[in-house]
């Protein structure tokens, strides 16, 4: 507070007093009790707004006045009666006592309401370093938000464990490493008011995992204290958030490698061993007729056209991982990648209804031609395995502003929502239908690589019990 508040806040004491003899001054037979007592509200008054100094030097104030004014002999301040003196010196111990027991009460107002005001500060810091799981990130952040949840101008922080400091911002070198270090191995705060820099160690029980340094501002020892234990705790969680995740993600891992090894041999073992049989029924066997050794060659031919099919999808999944796959786009009509698709699904789909809603008038797309026709094939196989005998597959097409939009609906059991966000993921496949329908699960999800490597996007709508419609948008060619 500026000495001319301070001078102002006086000088509006002894107003006060002023007002009260002036105001009282002029009723007649005024008893000093009455006055006494206005005197003694208004020190209350002071004492409360205030603070004591003030109330004290309106308490003396009030006195002289009132034996000047109000006791007997009136306009001196010598005093006549014993009584009177009894009654001057029972108010000034009364207005004193009055004003401390004020200053008490509102000094413990204040800290109670500091308190409450750091312990919410605390709730929404805690609040927000559980927002983060990741610990460097945490690291880096934890600083920033010091600074802002508490009012000070800068923030440092120290792990043990690790070689960097993390700041607030660059220019805090009033907050050394050194100083965070020792702070960390000494295990105590330090608190120096006089420069405005507190510094407190990172405490789990016993064991200090680092220490924290702040300045320009001022907090009490218990939250800073509270502050580096919720830091710590903080870094603990997240750790070991980090190690729980790595260790439930080593065990999906080591799930979803089984899954894809099963999966694979299963696949990879249903054609060699048709092709096995089929070649040792002809080796061993040299009295088959020709109707017989041309089904048994039929076999093998086709069931190394689906080996062949296989060892293909899991070379291009891999290209496509690798972003190894080159597009060669040209403008096409999409009608033509739906006849080729068709036609190279005819095996799939050959029980079903195929329905073609597509105007003549479609908009070229830029597309690899043959690669859109393989997604096209793919949806078109998936329809037909999923889908009962007899019903009808719908392919549609029809722009839409800056995109064609491309749909295969079937008439299948359907996909439920939860199934609906991991379909096009790698080896994935159908909880209910995995063991009924032959299948990889990499059909889907190198359909959806090739749609988005041509700036597109691909999914899937369905109700349980209804059928699906799988959906994928290319870009409209631009005659520029």
Same mark, same amino acid.
């Given at each position: ?145 010091? !600074? ?11 792990? !043990? ?137 039929? !076999? ?181």
């Amino acid at each position: 507070m500026t000495l001319r508040r301070e001078v102002l806040r006086f000088v509006v004491c002894a107003a006060v007093v002023i007002a009260v003899v002036a105001a009282y001054r002029h009723v007649r037979a005024i008893n000093p009790t009455t006055v006494a007592l206005t005197l003694l509200v208004a020190v209350l008054i002071v004492s409360a707004g205030w603070g004591l100094r003030y109330a004290v030097f309106l308490a003396v104030f009030a006195t002289l006045a009132l034996n000047y004014y109000f006791l007997l002999p009136v306009g001196t301040f010598r005093i006549a009666d014993t009584q009177n003196w009894v009654a001057l010196l029972a108010f000034l111990a009364t207005a004193v006592v009055a004003s401390q027991l004020s200053e008490r009460a509102r000094s413990e107002a204040q800290h109670a309401t500091q308190r409450r005001r750091e312990i919410e500060r605390l709730y929404a810091f805690s609040q927000r370093l559980l927002t983060t799981e990741n610990v460097p990130e945490l690291l880096n952040s934890i600083p920033r938000y010091v !600074v802002e949840s508490f009012g000070v101008t800068a923030a440092a922080l120290f792990v !043990v464990g690790r070689e960097d400091v993390y700041r607030s911002s660059p220019g805090t070198r009033d907050l050394s490493g050194e100083q965070l270090r020792a702070i960390a191995a000494r295990g105590e705060p330090t608190m120096d008011r006089e420069h405005e820099l507190f510094f407190t160690p990172l405490r789990l029980g016993v064991r200090s995992v680092g220490a924290i340094g702040l300045s320009g501002g001022l907090l009490s020892r218990e939250t800073l204290e509270a502050l580096g234990t919720l830091i710590a705790i903080a870094i603990e969680r997240t750790a070991a958030l980090e190690k729980l995740g790595k260790a439930e993600a080593s065990r999906e891992g080591e799930k979803l490698r089984s899954a894809i090894l099963d999966s694979v041999t299963h696949e990879f073992r249903t054609p060699l061993t048709a092709i096995k049989a089929s070649a040792t029924s002809l080796l061993s066997d040299s009295n088959l007729d020709p109707a017989q050794r041309h089904e048994l060659i039929t !076999v093998i031919n086709e069931e190394t056209d689906r080996l062949n099919h296989l060892v293909g999808e899991a070379a291009e999944m891999a290209q496509l991982d690798a972003n190894q796959v080159e597009l060669q786009r040209e403008p096409h009509d999409i009608r033509e990648a739906i006849d080729r698709a068709i036609e190279e699904a005819r095996q799939s789909i050959a029980n079903h209804t195929i329905e073609i809603d597509a105007a003549a008038d479609l908009p070229l797309v830029s597309i690899d031609l043959e690669r859109i026709k393989d997604v096209l094939r793919q949806l078109l196989e998936n329809a037909g395995k999923y889908s009962p005998a007899g019903s009808t597959i719908q392919i549609t097409a029809a722009p839409d502003g800056r995109f064609l939009t491309v749909s295969v609906a079937d008439r299948g059991p359907g996909i439920d929502d939860f199934e609906q966000s991991l379909i096009f993921d790698k080896f994935y496949r159908g909880k209910n239908e995995r063991y009924r329908v032959q299948g990889t699960g990499m059909g889907l999800a190198i359909a959806k690589a090739v749609v988005e490597a041509h700036s597109g996007t691909i999914r899937v709508t369905s109700q349980v019990g209804h059928g699906s419609v799988f959906s994928f948008t290319l870009p409209i060619n631009s005659p520029h």
